[in-house]
Nanobody
């Protein structure tokens, strides 16, 4: 059983920064691709960023390019999302997800395991 626990969310002013962490249980973390998604009230869950098993390949959604960076530490079983220059439209619950594959996916149904989510609120 794989469990994911996000942390690092909170309230921040526009232009500020937050770093989200996602700790993953299990011995096979390095064989999983990881993703970050977000869901705002009344909207569908959307892709934010993804990273392959080694960390050598990443992809960001157009809406966060140049502002967010995904990374992972396989020794710590943790994936991160560094969020800079935050905007009010970044307000959402952020979820990390694990895909039992070396390559990442861009859509929700490509991921088998999900965390409980962490709230990020950006005030204007």
């Amino acid at each position: 059983q794989v469990q994911l626990v996000e942390s690092g969310g909170g309230l921040v002013q526009a232009g500020g920064s937050l770093r989200l962490s996602c700790a993953v249980s299990g011995r096979t973390f390095s064989s999983y691709a990881m993703g970050w998604f977000r869901q705002a009230p009344g909207k569908e869950r959307e892709f934010v960023a993804a990273i392959n098993w080694s960390g050598g390949n990443t992809l960001n959604a157009d809406s966060v390019k140049g502002r967010f960076t995904i990374s992972r530490d396989n020794a710590k079983n943790t994936v991160y999302l560094q969020m800079n220059s935050l905007k009010p439209e970044d307000t959402a619950v952020y979820y990390c997800a694990a895909r039992p594959s070396r390559g990442y996916g861009l859509i929700v149904n490509k991921y088998d395991y999900w965390g409980q989510g962490t709230q990020v609120t950006v005030s204007s």
